[in-house]
């Protein structure tokens, strides 16, 4: 299941003095483009948090990174649902510069209610999701 790819470019905020992403702001980026593959499907993760108090969090990652990302690239993050069960989600990114792997992810997402424990996501969020097939 592949979510929309997202692109961006790389900042001056993104990179270290040596003009180089630094290595925890892979971590934002990545995040930026989930945040902005969902909302493509017609998820806006504030605006349901604010409804609900329901939202995803961070339960693991893995990073390896392979190639440094640099001050003025244009990179592209290309995301894929791995495993979709009621309550988690399981999306492997990758970062390009044109055909060059530069990083890759794989995170786990819990949906959890406003109490902060696990919980069912809807059928609709389900469903959206699955419609990446």
Same mark, same amino acid.
């Given at each position: ?30 995040? %930026?483009?989930?945040?902005? +593959?969902?909302?493509? #499907?017609?998820?806006?993760? @504030?605006?349901?948090? !604010?409804? $609900? ?34 309550? %988690?989600?399981?999306?492997? +990114?990758?970062?390009? #510069?044109?055909?060059?792997? @530069?990083?890759?992810? !794989?995170? $786990? ?25």
């Amino acid at each position: 299941m592949n979510l929309p790819t997202f692109t961006t470019r790389v900042y001056f905020d993104d990179t270290d003095a040596a003009g180089v992403v630094y290595h925890a702001n892979y971590l934002k980026i990545f995040e %930026r483009a989930r945040n902005d +593959q969902f909302l493509a #499907l017609g998820f806006d993760h @504030l605006s349901n948090y !604010k409804e $609900t108090g329901d939202c995803f969090v961070v339960k693991s990652l893995e990073i390896d990174y392979l190639s440094p990302a640099r001050l003025g690239d244009e990179i592209t993050v290309k995301s894929e649902v791995l495993d979709l069960t009621k309550i %988690r989600i399981i999306i492997g +990114q990758t970062m390009v #510069l044109d055909d060059k792997l @530069l990083a890759k992810q !794989k995170v $786990t997402l819990i949906w959890i209610n406003n109490t902060g424990k696990p919980t069912r996501m809807t059928q609709t969020m389900i469903n959206l999701i699955s419609s990446t097939r």
